[in-house]
């Protein structure tokens, strides 16, 4: 089952500004996993509790 995806205004700005392609692949791929199971990803601790966090990982850089 796939879940339903939502993107909220300043993420949509954010990847339609996204000019490298690579990166912008990455992204798409993470968001299809994150559908295909909404389970993945790493917890977050402190004030985020209760929330996954989903890494990439590009040019020596991690985006969640």
Excluded: Q
Aim: aromatic residues 10%; glycine residues 6%; contains cysteine.
């Amino acid at each position: 089952m796939m879940a339903d995806l939502i993107i909220l205004p300043p993420a949509a700005k954010y990847l339609k500004k996204l000019k490298d392609k690579p990166l912008k692949k990455l992204y798409d791929e993470a968001i299809k996993e994150i559908c295909k199971d909404p389970t993945i990803g790493e917890p977050k601790h402190g004030d985020l509790e209760g929330v996954l966090g989903y890494d990439i990982y590009y040019n020596k850089t991690s985006y969640l």
